[in-house]
C-alpha cells in the first residue's frame, strides 16, 4: 500500500491524461449490448407502418407463427391492456395535448415506421423473415405533414384531439417583471430606428449516432435484467417501473458500452417496451437489435422548426428588443423530453447581449412524422442560429463589421455576473477576450482583405467569413428551476466514493457515460482530491445495480453536476478519515492537515497517508470510540445554477460561384469553458461538436416524400460527413472560472454543435452577399448555393445541375412553396 | 448448410455456416469475435472493417462461405504478445475515439491505408477513411492518429 502512496500524484487536473476507456475500445474487448447472448435467448423483429397516417383494419399472423422455430407475434390488441403509455416526462403546459403513445400501435399508426406487430423467433434472421410474413391491411389516412400547414389544422395528424396544436409556452420579459415590452420596442423602432425580420428554418435531423439501438431484457432470476444502448439506465428504469406497473426494486438496467447517443438515446423507447413485454410473456431472455434504417427511420428526430424573428434597434446599432415566434415539429407524438426542446432554447435567444425587451412564443404542433426529441444542444442551436444569423443581419442593415455591432451590444467582462433579460444569472465570461484571440488565430483582417480583393476581381471563387459568438446554458439543472418549467424531475447527481483496504478507490458515478470519457476525468478529480494515483481509481457507472442512483448523462451536465457531486463526496471521505487519522497519530482533530493524500500533524514530520487510514478502518482495531468503521461516502448534488460556456468560432468558406460548392477554408474557435480537467478530453468533445454543427449547416436532413415516407433512410441519403468531408480545426480556450461549482468547470459537450451552425451559414452568405443573398436555407447544398445566387439574374444562368441525391432538389422545392422565401430571393 | 474452413486472428476455424450468412455474422456469432461491429446495412459506415489475406474488407459486404480458404484478421487479432499494433497505440495516445464503436473498422481501415501509402498527406488520409463513419470525434483526431503512426505528425 505505501507503494500506491509513494506513486501519489497531484496536479492530476488539467492534465492531458490519455483515456483509461481506450485500451479495452481499442483492442475491441467491448461490451455492446447487441454482443450480448444468454441460454435460449429469443430475437425479436419489428413489423412497422410503411404509411404516415393509416388505420390498421386486421392483422393476419397466422403466416408468420407457423413459420420455422417462431415462438410468438404479438400485436398491439395482445399487450393493450398492459402495454400503457410511453412516458412524456415534460408536459410544457398544463392543458398540453398529447395522444396516447402505445409501443405497438393498436388501431391506428401515425408515422411511417410505427411498430404494429412484433416478431419473435429463436435467431433474428429467422425473426425478420418471419416478419415479412405477418400480412397487416391499412386504411390509408390524409396525414399531416407539412409544419405549417400542420399548425393550421388543415389534417389532422390524431383527428382524436381535434387539433394539431399540443402546447402554447410564452415568456414575457415585460410580464415577467425581468426586461421591457417588446412590441413597444419594436414600434418605436419603426419609427426611427432599425427593424430586421426574418424567418428561418431549422431543418430536420438525425441523431446518427454509430452504435444502433439495442436491448436485451432476461426476465429469470428475481430482477428483470434489461441492458439497453441508452444514455439514461436510471430514468429508463423508474419509467419502465411506473408504465410497466412492476416495482422499480424488481428492474435493473444496465447500460453497458454505449456506443454514443448525443440526446438520440435520451428516450424510453417502443423497442425497449416491446423487448420487455416479449421477455415477460415467454420467460425467455430477449433481445432486439435495430438496423440502420429502422434507427434512422424510427429513433426520435431532432430540430425541425420554423423561427420567425422581430429584432429592433436604434440607427447606432444597439438592440432594442427581440421577438421571438417559433413552430416546433414534435412528430407523431409528444416523447420523453420533446415538447420542452424548444423551451430549453427559450432564454437563449438573447444569447451574450444585452437586450431590454424579448419575447419568446413557441407554438408545439403534432404530425405524421417521426417524433422529435433531444438532439445534441437539444434547443440552444436553434436559438444561437437564429440569433447569429440576425446579428449578421444588423450589422449588414448598419455596413459595419459583424463583430463591432456584436461588441456593442454583448455583456463586458467586468459586468459579471450579469442577470440576462430572461431573468438568467451569468456568474462569468469574457467576450472580448475570447474574441481577441480567435480573431488573432484566424488572421481576421488579412482574411477580409482577400475576401475584397476576390470581389473586386469577380474571382469566381469567393471568400465568406463567418461569425459566431455563442453562449448557452448547460449543466441541466438545478431542480427547482426545471420544477418551475413542469419538468417531471429533478436535476441533481449523485457520487459515491468507496475506500477499498488496499488503498485502491471505487468511485460510483449517476452520469451514464456513452464517449465522454468519465472513467478518466473522474479519476484525475479523485486522484487529486484525495491525493490516491490515477491508476488507483476505478469508476463505476451504469448499471443500476451498481450505481443505484442518478440522473444519467446528457445536456453537458456530466462534469458541472456530477463532478461536484464528486467533489462532495471525496471530501466527506476526508472529513471522515481525520478524526481516526487524528486517532492513530495520537494528535488532535484540529492538529491535522491533509495535503497530497497525506494527514501530518502541523509543525512535526508525523503523517498518515490516507490509504493506511482506509486500511486501518477496515481492520478496525482501534477506532476512536463510537466511529463508524467506514471511510465510505455519498453526495448528491443540486446545483445552484446552469453552467454559461461560451465562445467565439470563425469560419472561412470559399464558395464557387460557378457551381455552388462550399469547400471550407478555415475553422477557429476559441472556447471558454472554465477550467478544464482533461485538455485531450476537451478537444475531442469540440471537434466532434464541430462537426455535427456544420454538419447541420451543410449536409444533413431528413427528407420525407410525400406521402410521408422518410427518403433519407440509409447513409446513403442521410449525409452524415465522412474525413473527407471535414477539415482539421484550429482550437483554443480562455478561461474565466464558474463560479457555481468548486472545481470551476462548465459544460462543453454540446458547445461546439451549438456554436458552429450560424458560423457557416454565415460564412455561405457572407460568400454571396454581392449576389443579393441575405439566406441560404439549411443544408446549404450547392443546388441551394447556386440557386441563391441566380435568383435575381434577368432570365439568365443555366439551370441548376441535378443534385447528387435527385429528391433533395425536390424537397428544396417543396420547402419553398412551405414559405421558405427568403431562401430564394431574400434580399428585398 | 456449407461447409467452411477459415483463419481468423490466427486460430484455425471449421464450421457449417448457412449461405447467406454475412462474414460480420459469421464473426460476432459463431467465433464471438464480438469487437468487429455493425453499424449499418448499405456497406457505408466500415465499422465492420476487417483484413482478409491482409486488405481490409467491409465484412457485412462478404458472405462468410467467401472466406472460407481465407485468413481474416479483426481488430482483436492486432496486437501481438500484448504489444499493440501501432495504429492502435495512435489511437490511443491521439485521443482518436470517443465512444469506440467505429474504431474498430477505423483502425483496421487505416492500418490497410498505411500499407499502401506509408507516408500519406492529410488529403489522401482523409479520401483513405472516406468509407468509415465516425459520429463523435469529427475525424481531427483520428487524422492525427494516422499522421502519428505514419511518423510524419509533426
Ligand atoms: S456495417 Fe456498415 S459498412 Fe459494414
Ligand atoms: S468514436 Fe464514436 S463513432 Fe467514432
Same mark, same amino acid.
Given at each position: 500500500?505505501?507503494?500506491?502512496?509513494?506513486?501519489?500524484?497531484?496536479?492530476?487536473?488539467?492534465?492531458?491524461?490519455?483515456?483509461?476507456?481506450?485500451?479495452?475500445?481499442?483492442?475491441?474487448?467491448?461490451?455492446?449490448?447487441?454482443?450480448?447472448?444468454?441460454?435460449?435467448?429469443?430475437?425479436?423483429?419489428?413489423?412497422?407502418?410503411?404509411?404516415?397516417?393509416?388505420?390498421?383494419?386486421?392483422?393476419?399472423?397466422?403466416?408468420?407463427?407457423?413459420?420455422?422455430?417462431?415462438?410468438?407475434?404479438?400485436?398491439?390488441?395482445?399487450?393493450?391492456?398492459?402495454?400503457?403509455?410511453?412516458?412524456?416526462?415534460?408536459?410544457?403546459? +398544463?392543458?398540453?395535448?398529447?395522444?396516447?403513445?402505445?409501443?405497438?400501435?393498436?388501431?391506428?399508426?401515425?408515422?411511417?415506421?410505427?411498430?404494429?406487430?412484433?416478431?419473435?423467433?429463436?435467431?433474428?434472421?429467422?425473426?425478420?423473415?418471419?416478419?415479412?410474413?405477418?400480412?397487416?391491411?391499412?386504411?390509408?389516412?390524409?396525414?399531416?405533414?407539412?409544419?405549417?400547414?400542420?399548425?393550421?389544422?388543415?389534417?389532422?395528424?390524431?383527428?382524436?384531439?381535434?387539433?394539431?396544436?399540443?402546447?402554447?409556452?410564452?415568456? !414575457?420579459?415585460?410580464?415577467?417583471?425581468?426586461?421591457?415590452?417588446?412590441?413597444?420596442?419594436?414600434?418605436?423602432?419603426?419609427?426611427?430606428?432599425?427593424?430586421?425580420?426574418?424567418?428561418?428554418?431549422?431543418?430536420?435531423?438525425? +441523431?446518427?449516432?454509430?452504435?444502433?439501438?439495442?436491448?436485451?431484457?432476461?426476465?429469470?432470476?428475481?430482477?428483470?435484467?434489461?441492458?439497453?444502448?441508452?444514455?439514461?439506465?436510471?430514468?429508463?428504469? @423508474?419509467?419502465?417501473?411506473?408504465?410497466?406497473?412492476?416495482?422499480?426494486? #424488481?428492474?435493473?438496467?444496465?447500460?453497458?458500452?454505449?456506443?454514443?447517443?448525443?440526446?438520440?438515446?435520451?428516450?424510453?423507447?417502443?423497442?425497449?417496451?416491446?423487448?420487455?413485454?416479449?421477455?415477460?410473456?415467454?420467460?425467455?431472455? &430477449?433481445?432486439?437489435?435495430?438496423?440502420?434504417?429502422?434507427?434512422?427511420?424510427?429513433?426520435?428526430?431532432?430540430?425541425?422548426?420554423?423561427?420567425?424573428?422581430?429584432?429592433?434597434?436604434?440607427?447606432?446599432?444597439?438592440?432594442?428588443?427581440?421577438?421571438?415566434?417559433?413552430?416546433?415539429?414534435?412528430?407523431?407524438?409528444?416523447?420523453?423530453?420533446?415538447?420542452?426542446?424548444?423551451?430549453?432554447?427559450?432564454?437563449?435567444?438573447?444569447?451574450?447581449?444585452?437586450?431590454?425587451?424579448?419575447?419568446?412564443?413557441?407554438?408545439?404542433?403534432?404530425?405524421?412524422?417521426?417524433?422529435?426529441?433531444?438532439?445534441?444542444?437539444?434547443? %440552444? +442551436?436553434?436559438?444561437?442560429?437564429?440569433?447569429? %444569423?440576425?446579428?449578421?443581419?444588423?450589422?449588414?442593415?448598419?455596413?459595419?463589421?459583424?463583430?463591432?455591432?456584436?461588441?456593442?451590444?454583448?455583456?463586458? *467582462?467586468?459586468? @459579471?455576473?450579469?442577470?440576462?433579460? &430572461?431573468?438568467?444569472?451569468?456568474?462569468?465570461?469574457?467576450?472580448?477576450?475570447?474574441?481577441?484571440?480567435?480573431?488573432?488565430? @484566424?488572421?481576421?483582417?488579412?482574411?477580409?482583405?482577400?475576401?475584397?480583393?476576390?470581389?473586386?476581381?469577380?474571382?469566381?471563387?469567393?471568400?465568406?467569413?463567418?461569425?459566431?459568438?455563442?453562449?448557452?446554458?448547460?449543466?441541466?439543472?438545478?431542480?427547482?428551476?426545471?420544477?418551475?418549467?413542469?419538468?417531471?424531475?429533478?436535476?441533481?447527481? *449523485?457520487?459515491?466514493? %468507496?475506500?477499498?483496504?488496499?488503498?485502491?478507490?471505487?468511485?460510483?458515478?449517476?452520469?451514464?457515460?456513452?464517449?465522454?470519457?468519465?472513467?478518466?476525468?473522474?479519476?484525475?478529480?479523485?486522484?487529486?482530491?484525495?491525493?490516491?494515483? @490515477?491508476?488507483?481509481?476505478?469508476?463505476?457507472?451504469?448499471?443500476?445495480?451498481?450505481? *443505484?442512483?442518478?440522473?444519467?448523462?446528457?445536456?453537458?451536465?456530466?462534469?458541472?453536476?456530477?463532478?461536484?457531486?464528486?467533489?462532495?463526496?471525496?471530501?466527506?471521505?476526508?472529513?471522515?478519515?481525520?478524526?481516526?487519522?487524528?486517532?492513530?497519530?495520537?494528535?488532535?482533530?484540529?492538529?491535522?492537515?491533509?495535503?497530497?493524500?497525506?494527514?501530518?500533524?502541523?509543525?512535526?514530520? #508525523?503523517?498518515?497517508?490516507?490509504?493506511?487510514?482506509?486500511?486501518?478502518?477496515?481492520?478496525?482495531?482501534?477506532?476512536?470510540?463510537?466511529?463508524?468503521?467506514?471511510?465510505?461516502?455519498?453526495?448528491?448534488?443540486?446545483?445552484?445554477?446552469?453552467?454559461?460556456? *461560451?465562445?467565439?468560432?470563425? &469560419?472561412?468558406?470559399?464558395? !464557387?460561384?460557378?457551381?455552388?460548392?462550399?469547400?471550407?477554408?478555415?475553422?477557429?474557435?476559441?472556447?471558454?469553458?472554465?477550467?478544464?480537467?482533461?485538455?485531450?478530453?476537451?478537444?475531442?468533445?469540440?471537434?466532434?461538436?464541430?462537426?455535427?454543427?456544420?454538419?447541420?449547416?451543410?449536409?444533413?436532413?431528413?427528407?420525407?416524400?410525400?406521402?410521408?415516407?422518410?427518403?433519407?433512410?440509409?447513409?446513403?441519403?442521410?449525409?452524415?460527413?465522412?474525413?473527407?468531408?471535414?477539415?482539421?480545426?484550429?482550437?483554443?480556450?480562455?478561461?474565466?472560472?464558474?463560479?457555481?461549482?468548486?472545481?470551476?468547470?462548465?459544460?462543453?459537450?454540446?458547445?461546439?454543435?451549438?456554436?458552429?451552425?450560424?458560423?457557416?451559414?454565415?460564412?455561405?452568405?457572407?460568400?454571396?452577399?454581392?449576389?443579393?443573398?441575405?439566406?441560404?436555407?439549411?443544408? &446549404?447544398?450547392?443546388?441551394?448555393?447556386?440557386?441563391?445566387?441566380?435568383?435575381?439574374?434577368?432570365?439568365?444562368?443555366?439551370?441548376?445541375?441535378?443534385?447528387?441525391?435527385?429528391?433533395?432538389?425536390?424537397?428544396?422545392?417543396?420547402?419553398?412553396?412551405?414559405?421558405?422565401?427568403?431562401?430564394?430571393?431574400?434580399?428585398? | 448448410?456449407?461447409?467452411?474452413?477459415?483463419?481468423?486472428?490466427? =486460430?484455425?476455424? =471449421?464450421?457449417?455456416?448457412?449461405?447467406?450468412?454475412?462474414?460480420?455474422?459469421?464473426?460476432?456469432?459463431?467465433?464471438?469475435?464480438?469487437?468487429?461491429?455493425?453499424?449499418?446495412?448499405?456497406?457505408?459506415?466500415?465499422?465492420?472493417?476487417?483484413?482478409?489475406?491482409?486488405?481490409?474488407?467491409?465484412?457485412?459486404?462478404?458472405?462468410?462461405?467467401?472466406?472460407?480458404?481465407?485468413?481474416?484478421?479483426?481488430?482483436?487479432?492486432? =496486437?501481438?504478445?500484448?504489444?499493440?499494433?501501432?495504429?492502435?497505440?495512435?489511437?490511443?495516445?491521439?485521443?482518436?475515439?470517443?465512444?469506440?464503436?467505429?474504431?474498430?473498422?477505423?483502425?483496421?481501415?487505416?492500418?490497410?491505408?498505411?500499407?499502401?501509402?506509408?507516408?500519406?498527406?492529410?488529403?489522401?488520409?482523409?479520401?483513405?477513411?472516406?468509407?468509415?463513419?465516425?459520429?463523435?470525434?469529427?475525424?481531427?483526431?483520428?487524422?492525427?492518429?494516422?499522421?502519428?503512426?505514419?511518423?510524419?505528425?509533426?
Amino acid at each position: 500500500m505505501t507503494a500506491t502512496q509513494e506513486r501519489t500524484s497531484s496536479g492530476e487536473v488539467g492534465r492531458d491524461r490519455r483515456r483509461k476507456e481506450d485500451q479495452r475500445l481499442i483492442t475491441g474487448r467491448t461490451r455492446w449490448t447487441d454482443n450480448i447472448q444468454l441460454p435460449g435467448m429469443l430475437h425479436l423483429a419489428m413489423v412497422r407502418s410503411p404509411f404516415a397516417h393509416a388505420r390498421i383494419t386486421s392483422i393476419d399472423t397466422s403466416e408468420a407463427k407457423a413459420a420455422t422455430n417462431v415462438v410468438a407475434v404479438l400485436t398491439g390488441e395482445d399487450v393493450k391492456d398492459e402495454q400503457g403509455s410511453l412516458p412524456n416526462a415534460w408536459p410544457i403546459t +398544463p392543458d398540453q395535448k398529447a395522444p396516447p403513445h402505445p409501443s405497438i400501435a393498436v388501431d391506428r399508426v401515425a408515422f411511417a415506421g410505427e411498430i404494429v406487430a412484433v416478431v419473435v423467433a429463436r435467431s433474428a434472421a429467422e425473426a425478420r423473415d418471419a416478419a415479412e410474413l405477418v400480412d397487416v391491411d391499412y386504411e390509408e389516412l390524409p396525414a399531416a405533414l407539412d409544419l405549417k400547414d400542420a399548425a393550421n389544422d388543415t389534417t389532422l395528424a390524431h383527428p382524436d384531439l381535434g387539433t394539431n396544436k399540443s402546447a402554447f409556452w410564452k415568456f !414575457d420579459s415585460a410580464e415577467a417583471g425581468t426586461g421591457g415590452n417588446v412590441d413597444e420596442a419594436i414600434e418605436k423602432a419603426r419609427g426611427d430606428g432599425i427593424v430586421i425580420e426574418r424567418e428561418y428554418r431549422q431543418q430536420r435531423l438525425i +441523431p446518427a449516432f454509430m452504435e444502433p439501438r439495442s436491448v436485451v431484457v432476461d426476465p429469470t432470476g428475481e430482477q428483470i435484467t434489461v441492458w439497453s444502448a441508452t444514455q439514461i439506465p436510471h430514468i429508463l428504469r @423508474f419509467l419502465m417501473a411506473a408504465v410497466l406497473g412492476v416495482s422499480e426494486a #424488481k428492474i435493473r438496467v444496465i447500460a453497458p458500452d454505449v456506443g454514443g447517443g448525443f440526446g438520440g438515446k435520451l428516450q424510453t423507447t417502443p423497442e425497449e417496451w416491446a423487448t420487455f413485454m416479449a421477455a415477460r410473456r415467454l420467460g425467455k431472455p &430477449c433481445k432486439y437489435t435495430e438496423t440502420r434504417s429502422e434507427s434512422l427511420m424510427a429513433g426520435h428526430h431532432g430540430r425541425d422548426q420554423w423561427q420567425k424573428l422581430t429584432l429592433s434597434a436604434t440607427k447606432d446599432g444597439t438592440v432594442t428588443g427581440l421577438k421571438v415566434e417559433l413552430l416546433a415539429d414534435m412528430g407523431a407524438y409528444i416523447s420523453l423530453v420533446g415538447g420542452g426542446v424548444p423551451v430549453l432554447g427559450a432564454f437563449m435567444f438573447n444569447a451574450i447581449y444585452k437586450f431590454p425587451a424579448y419575447q419568446f412564443n413557441c407554438q408545439t404542433v403534432l404530425t405524421n412524422k417521426t417524433w422529435t426529441d433531444a438532439y445534441r444542444g437539444a434547443g %440552444r +442551436p436553434e436559438a444561437t442560429f437564429a440569433i447569429e %444569423r440576425l446579428m449578421d443581419e444588423l450589422a449588414v442593415e448598419l455596413g459595419v463589421d459583424p463583430l463591432e455591432v456584436r461588441e456593442k451590444n454583448w455583456i463586458k *467582462h467586468e459586468e @459579471f455576473p450579469f442577470i440576462t433579460v &430572461c431573468g438568467l444569472e451569468y456568474d462569468s465570461g469574457n467576450y472580448e477576450a475570447a474574441t481577441a484571440k480567435a480573431k488573432e488565430m @484566424f488572421g481576421y483582417d488579412e482574411l477580409r482583405a482577400e475576401q475584397q480583393r476576390r470581389r473586386d476581381s469577380g474571382d469566381p471563387v469567393q471568400l465568406g467569413i463567418g461569425v459566431s459568438t455563442f453562449t448557452e446554458m448547460c449543466g441541466l439543472a438545478p431542480s427547482r428551476v426545471l420544477g418551475s418549467l413542469d419538468y417531471g424531475a429533478g436535476g441533481w447527481e *449523485h457520487a459515491s466514493v %468507496r475506500m477499498l483496504p488496499t488503498g485502491k478507490v471505487e468511485v460510483i458515478t449517476g452520469a451514464s457515460a456513452h464517449g465522454q470519457g468519465h472513467e478518466t476525468a473522474w479519476s484525475q478529480i479523485v486522484a487529486d482530491r484525495l491525493g490516491v494515483a @490515477f491508476e488507483d481509481v476505478e469508476v463505476l457507472h451504469g448499471d443500476t445495480q451498481i450505481a *443505484h442512483k442518478g440522473l444519467d448523462t446528457y445536456g453537458s451536465r456530466s462534469l458541472v453536476v456530477g463532478g461536484e457531486a464528486l467533489v462532495k463526496a471525496a471530501d466527506k471521505v476526508v472529513e471522515k478519515a481525520k478524526p481516526i487519522a487524528a486517532h492513530l497519530l495520537e494528535a488532535s482533530a484540529d492538529d491535522l492537515e491533509f495535503s497530497g493524500g497525506k494527514f501530518s500533524v502541523k509543525g512535526t514530520d #508525523k503523517g498518515m497517508a490516507i490509504g493506511e487510514v482506509a486500511l486501518a478502518t477496515f481492520a478496525a482495531h482501534n477506532l476512536p470510540d463510537g466511529v463508524e468503521p467506514s471511510l465510505d461516502s455519498d453526495a448528491t448534488y443540486d446545483p445552484v445554477n446552469f453552467s454559461f460556456p *461560451h465562445g467565439t468560432h470563425l &469560419c472561412a468558406v470559399e464558395i !464557387d460561384t460557378e457551381t455552388g460548392g462550399v469547400k471550407m477554408r478555415k475553422y477557429v474557435c476559441v472556447d471558454d469553458i472554465g477550467n478544464i480537467v482533461n485538455p485531450l478530453i476537451v478537444s475531442g468533445q469540440v471537434h466532434g461538436g464541430l462537426v455535427q454543427g456544420i454538419a447541420q449547416a451543410l449536409f444533413e436532413e431528413a427528407v420525407h416524400d410525400e406521402a410521408g415516407t422518410l427518403v433519407s433512410a440509409s447513409f446513403v441519403d442521410y449525409l452524415v460527413p465522412t474525413a473527407a468531408d471535414t477539415i482539421s480545426f484550429d482550437t483554443a480556450h480562455t478561461t474565466s472560472p464558474s463560479l457555481t461549482n468548486t472545481l470551476g468547470t462548465k459544460g462543453v459537450g454540446e458547445a461546439g454543435t451549438i456554436a458552429s451552425t450560424p458560423a457557416v451559414v454565415n460564412a455561405v452568405v457572407d460568400a454571396i452577399r454581392h449576389f443579393g443573398v441575405d439566406d441560404v436555407q439549411m443544408p &446549404c447544398t450547392p443546388a441551394r448555393i447556386w440557386k441563391a445566387i441566380h435568383a435575381h439574374d434577368q432570365g439568365g444562368g443555366t439551370p441548376t445541375p441535378g443534385d447528387a441525391a435527385p429528391h433533395f432538389d425536390e424537397q428544396d422545392v417543396a420547402d419553398r412553396t412551405a414559405g421558405a422565401d427568403d431562401t430564394a430571393g431574400g434580399a428585398q | 448448410m456449407t461447409k467452411i474452413e477459415v483463419t481468423v486472428d490466427g =486460430a484455425k476455424y =471449421a464450421d457449417d455456416v448457412e449461405p447467406r450468412m454475412l462474414l460480420v455474422h459469421y464473426l460476432r456469432e459463431r467465433l464471438g469475435k464480438t469487437g468487429t461491429v455493425v453499424g449499418c446495412d448499405t456497406s457505408n459506415c466500415g465499422a465492420c472493417t476487417v483484413h482478409v489475406d491482409g486488405r481490409s474488407v467491409k465484412s457485412c459486404n462478404m458472405l462468410a462461405v467467401q472466406a472460407d480458404g481465407h485468413e481474416v484478421t479483426t481488430v482483436e487479432g492486432l =496486437a501481438q504478445d500484448g504489444e499493440l499494433h501501432p495504429v492502435q497505440k495512435a489511437f490511443h495516445e491521439c485521443h482518436a475515439l470517443q465512444c469506440g464503436y467505429c474504431t474498430p473498422g477505423m483502425i483496421m481501415q487505416s492500418i490497410d491505408l498505411l500499407n499502401d501509402n506509408p507516408n500519406p498527406s492529410e488529403e489522401e488520409i482523409r479520401t483513405g477513411l472516406e468509407g468509415n463513419l465516425c459520429r463523435c470525434t469529427g475525424y481531427h483526431n483520428i487524422v492525427k492518429a494516422v499522421q502519428t503512426a505514419a511518423g510524419g505528425a509533426q
